[in-house]
């Protein structure tokens, strides 16, 4: 044992000639000295290793006494722990004599897809760590847990990536699928312990998509990446999923429904049958994982299907794949008569964090910083969307745009766009791309949850309702009390008012019981409007809500249990933050307001991306619907571009007179006129002339859903 590292609990432990002891007590010095070399990871300023070696040798000196003494009597559950502990210790250690091989102040070689960069040492410590994964591994295989074999065969797959031996980490990943089919986590544990769960997931599916396209199979990658996004959705929260067919869906949702009741019943003091109460929960968790298992594995073919059914000459799809490794982004169109699938090289997930999520200057902190103030500051949320839009050039948007050129493929006017994490939380509408334009300049923008959720969408057939439109809030009929959000009643008659038809309000009573009943009421409508306040919780996004009335609301978590309901084909969230999610505890866009409606059957939602200004909006919601039901036959894709370019550039002269042949033809009264007059009074305008140039007012509305999502009149 090496001088000053001896520890006295070790000795104390050896002194006994006792094993257990003495084995604990080498774990935990081993834990301890694994805790230091981690911390020195990041806080090293140079010669990462060699300041670090004599931790390091000693940590790995514990662990093979530990697994020595063990290996006499060969206990399978302490030599797997301790080979598993081997594994991550050298892992370890490999990233320090990483550090020392490309330099402290060019962390970015350690991302490159070649393998040029690491020394010998560096590719013996991460070939150790696989040996003693492997080790480990072969132990588990005696008394086998899924879960735990499934995550060793990754680690081994993410040493193999970092060796940049990409069919090897190919191999691996596709090991841990297969395991993983039938395996699904109970999300009965702690918040912290399920969130390090899904980010683990995350990034693991991160690394596999990233090691695919490097072996140079992309389709298979993005097929990766995009299944992953259901079965993490089912495996990890339990939540319905579109990847299942009708039938498997009504099945799931019959079992939750019987493991729900049953679980609830047993926490009576006393059960009848209590045995058999259990062993049926059990059986229901198995058929559950069963079904959640036929979404693992990526199918490249049905990618290419699905994208067969979803591209047009007129479109592209992207799917940006930000690993730690390195940045792809996978972009599809088609082009004579057949799906081209590409990628082109693009940041990496360092780069995103440091610009779009942890810096100081980043969109979400500034973001935060915005939320958590009581006096709100537009300037400040602007400086951030442009720093932000900035970024998503730099980082991929930029290189892909490059690439198009040089293919020289025949313009796109649609761009499908199928988000990584907290991606579809960003500006992308305006995003800075080259001649001083905005990205939605250039295209419509959709955004793609998953690929088959897309398709999903567009094979829906239009909702069968005879109403145009419901008011989705009581504060928005000519009869209801006041108490509503500023120019909410006159965005509500603006839209009512232009309806082809008739327009269904709902009243109190459709909100007094529970969601189904509000669900029921808005059911024989082909667009939900909701027009009220809203709040995405960022700690419990289940808790998010849209208040219908000042003493109803509903919640996401609402939506998400109330299953398959009678559908709209289009929902419109003018409400502040609705397409918001969950970045920091669960990563992934599935889980919020567009997905959940999406889920019931709409075949497209709008939603707001952070708080948005009500008078801008109302214009906006206007010119929205009017291009919505216009005899041009626009799509609610391009409905939206052109009501937001419309925003960005109307004269804020152009406004007053609008209002007033508001009144004219009847879609407005006297006192709901007054009042939007009013507020362009204070609103003022820029230097140009225009009434809401900058990307606060109009850039933070997105569709998603059916690309070619039609409204007739």
């Given at each position: 044992?090496?001088?000053?590292?001896?520890?006295?609990?070790?000795?104390?432990?050896?002194?006994?000639?006792?094993?257990?002891?003495?084995?604990?007590?080498?774990?935990?010095?081993?834990?301890?000295?694994?805790?230091?070399?981690?911390?020195?990871?990041?806080?090293?300023?140079?010669?990462?290793?060699?300041?670090?070696?004599?931790?390091?040798?000693?940590?790995?000196?514990?662990?093979?006494?530990?697994?020595?003494?063990?290996?006499?009597?060969?206990?399978?559950?302490?030599?797997?722990?301790?080979?598993?502990?081997?594994?991550?210790?050298?892992?370890?250690?490999?990233?320090?004599?990483?550090?020392?091989?490309?330099?402290?102040?060019?962390?970015?070689?350690?991302?490159?897809?070649?393998?040029?960069?690491?020394?010998?040492?560096?590719?013996?410590?991460?070939?150790?760590?696989?040996?003693?994964?492997?080790?480990?591994?072969?132990?588990?295989?005696?008394?086998?847990?899924?879960?735990?074999?499934?995550?060793?065969?990754?680690?081994?797959?993410?040493?193999?990536?970092?060796?940049?031996?990409?069919?090897?980490?190919?191999?691996?990943?596709?090991?841990?699928?297969?395991?993983?089919?039938?395996?699904?986590?109970?999300?009965?544990?702690?918040?912290?312990?399920?969130?390090?769960?899904?980010?683990?997931?995350?990034?693991?599916?991160?690394?596999?998509?990233?090691?695919?396209?490097?072996?140079?199979?992309?389709?298979?990658?993005?097929?990766?990446?995009?299944?992953?996004?259901?079965?993490?959705?089912?495996?990890?929260?339990?939540?319905?999923?579109?990847?299942?067919?009708?039938?498997?869906?009504?099945?799931?949702?019959?079992?939750?429904?019987?493991?729900?009741?049953?679980?609830?019943?047993?926490?009576?003091?006393?059960?009848?049958?209590?045995?058999?109460?259990?062993?049926?929960?059990?059986?229901?968790?198995?058929?559950?994982?069963?079904?959640?298992?036929?979404?693992?594995?990526?199918?490249?073919?049905?990618?290419?299907?699905?994208?067969?059914?979803?591209?047009?000459?007129?479109?592209?799809?992207?799917?940006?794949?930000?690993?730690?490794?390195?940045?792809?982004?996978?972009?599809?169109?088609?082009?004579?008569?057949?799906?081209?699938?590409?990628?082109?090289?693009?940041?990496?997930?360092?780069?995103?964090?440091?610009?779009?999520?942890?810096?100081?200057?980043?969109?979400?902190?500034?973001?935060?910083?915005?939320?958590?103030?009581?006096?709100?500051?537009?300037?400040?949320?602007?400086?951030?969307?442009?720093?932000?839009?900035?970024?998503?050039?730099?980082?991929?948007?930029?290189?892909?745009?490059?690439?198009?050129?040089?293919?020289?493929?025949?313009?796109?006017?649609?761009?499908?766009?199928?988000?990584?994490?907290?991606?579809?939380?960003?500006?992308?509408?305006?995003?800075?791309?080259?001649?001083?334009?905005?990205?939605?300049?250039?295209?419509?923008?959709?955004?793609?949850?998953?690929?088959?959720?897309?398709?999903?969408?567009?094979?829906?057939?239009?909702?069968?309702?005879?109403?145009?439109?419901?008011?989705?809030?009581?504060?928005?009929?000519?009869?209801?009390?006041?108490?509503?959000?500023?120019?909410?009643?006159?965005?509500?008659?603006?839209?009512?008012?232009?309806?082809?038809?008739?327009?269904?309000?709902?009243?109190?009573?459709?909100?007094?019981?529970?969601?189904?009943?509000?669900?029921?009421?808005?059911?024989?409508?082909?667009?939900?409007?909701?027009?009220?306040?809203?709040?995405?919780?960022?700690?419990?996004?289940?808790?998010?809500?849209?208040?219908?009335?000042?003493?109803?609301?509903?919640?996401?978590?609402?939506?998400?249990?109330?299953?398959?309901?009678p559908r709209p084909d289009l929902v419109v969230l003018s409400s502040c933050e609705s397409g918001l999610f969950d970045t920091d505890?669960?990563?992934?866009?599935?889980?919020?307001?567009?997905?959940?409606?999406?889920?019931?059957?709409?075949?497209?939602?709008?939603?707001?991306?952070?708080?948005?200004?009500?008078?801008?909006?109302?214009?906006?919601?206007?010119?929205?619907?009017?291009?919505?039901?216009?005899?041009?036959?626009?799509?609610?894709?391009?409905?939206?571009?052109?009501?937001?370019?419309?925003?960005?550039?109307?004269?804020?002269?152009?406004?007053?007179?609008?209002?007033?042949?508001?009144?004219?033809?009847?879609?407005?009264?006297?006192?709901?006129?007054?009042?939007?007059?009013?507020?362009?009074?204070?609103?003022?305008?820029?230097?140009?002339?225009?009434?809401?140039?900058?990307?606060?007012?109009?850039?933070?509305?997105?569709?998603?859903?059916?690309?070619?999502?039609?409204?007739?009149?």
């Amino acid at each position: 044992m090496r001088a000053g590292i001896s520890s006295v609990e070790v000795e104390r432990a050896r002194a006994l000639g006792k094993t257990a002891p003495l084995w604990s007590a080498l774990i935990e010095a081993a834990d301890r000295l694994s805790h230091q070399i981690s911390t020195h990871v990041s806080a090293t300023a140079g010669n990462a290793y060699g300041q670090n070696e004599a931790l390091a040798l000693a940590a790995v000196e514990h662990l093979l006494e530990a697994r020595g003494l063990i290996s006499e009597t060969y206990d399978p559950a302490k030599f797997a722990q301790t080979s598993e502990r081997l594994g991550k210790t050298y892992k370890l250690i490999a990233r320090l004599s990483s550090l020392d091989d490309i330099g402290i102040d060019d962390v970015s070689r350690l991302y490159q897809p070649d393998a040029g960069h690491l020394s010998d040492r560096t590719t013996g410590f991460l070939r150790s760590a696989i040996e003693h994964y492997k080790d480990s591994l072969w132990a588990h295989g005696e008394y086998s847990y899924k879960r735990t074999r499934e995550g060793l065969i990754n680690e081994i797959a993410e040493e193999y990536v970092q060796l940049r031996e990409w069919d090897e980490a190919i191999t691996h990943f596709e090991k841990a699928l297969e395991i993983g089919r039938s395996t699904q986590f109970d999300v009965t544990v702690w918040r912290d312990e399920f969130a390090d769960l899904i980010r683990w997931f995350q990034r693991l599916t991160e690394c596999a998509a990233y090691s695919y396209i490097r072996a140079g199979r992309c389709i298979e990658g993005l097929a990766y990446a995009d299944n992953s996004k259901a079965r993490l959705l089912i495996k990890f929260l339990g939540l319905n999923t579109f990847e299942a067919p009708p039938e498997e869906r009504a099945k799931i949702e019959a079992l939750r429904k019987e493991q729900k009741q049953i679980e609830a019943s047993l926490v009576a003091p006393l059960v009848i049958n209590r045995r058999q109460q259990v062993e049926r929960v059990v059986a229901i968790r198995e058929e559950l994982s069963a079904l959640a298992g036929k979404l693992a594995v990526p199918d490249a073919r049905s990618v290419i299907d699905r994208l067969n059914q979803l591209l047009d000459d007129d479109t592209l799809l992207i799917a940006p794949i930000l690993s730690s490794l390195g940045g792809e982004t996978v972009f599809a169109y088609r082009h004579s008569e057949q799906v081209e699938v590409r990628h082109v090289r693009s940041k990496d997930a360092h780069f995103f964090n440091s610009e779009i999520i942890e810096g100081r200057q980043s969109w979400m902190q500034r973001y935060g910083q915005y939320k958590e103030r009581q006096k709100k500051s537009g300037s400040e949320l602007t400086e951030a969307i442009y720093r932000s839009s900035k970024a998503l050039n730099d980082m991929f948007l930029g290189v892909l745009l490059e690439e198009l050129s040089r293919l020289r493929l025949p313009a796109k006017s649609k761009l499908l766009v199928v988000p990584h994490g907290a991606l579809a939380r960003l500006p992308l509408a305006a995003a800075r791309i080259p001649e001083g334009k905005h990205l939605l300049d250039q295209f419509e923008l959709v955004f793609l949850p998953s690929i088959q959720i897309g398709v999903r969408a567009s094979q829906l057939r239009p909702a069968d309702a005879c109403s145009p439109l419901a008011i989705a809030n009581i504060n928005g009929s000519p009869d209801a009390p006041d108490g509503h959000p500023r120019f909410n009643r006159a965005e509500c008659a603006l839209l009512g008012n232009a309806a082809p038809g008739r327009v269904r309000y709902l009243a109190r009573r459709d909100v007094e019981d529970d969601i189904s009943a509000t669900l029921d009421a808005l059911a024989e409508s082909r667009i939900w409007h909701f027009s009220s306040h809203g709040r995405f919780e960022e700690l419990a996004p289940e808790r998010s809500f849209i208040q219908i009335s000042p003493d109803s609301k509903i919640t996401l978590g609402q939506l998400h249990a109330a299953g398959q309901q009678p559908r709209p084909d289009l929902v419109v969230l003018s409400s502040c933050e609705s397409g918001l999610f969950d970045t920091d505890d669960l990563p992934n866009e599935f889980i919020g307001w567009p997905t959940a409606f999406l889920e019931i059957g709409a075949k497209g939602v709008v939603a707001t991306q952070w708080p948005v200004a009500s008078l801008p909006t109302t214009f906006l919601m206007a010119r929205l619907y009017d291009a919505i039901w216009s005899s041009d036959g626009n799509t609610v894709p391009q409905a939206l571009r052109s009501a937001q370019l419309w925003l960005r550039d109307v004269m804020a002269s152009d406004l007053p007179p609008l209002v007033k042949g508001w009144v004219d033809d009847q879609r407005l009264n006297s006192a709901e006129a007054e009042e939007l007059l009013e507020g362009l009074k204070f609103s003022g305008s820029a230097k140009d002339g225009r009434a809401f140039p900058e990307p606060i007012y109009w850039a933070g509305f997105a569709y998603f859903g059916d690309p070619g999502l039609r409204l007739k009149r």
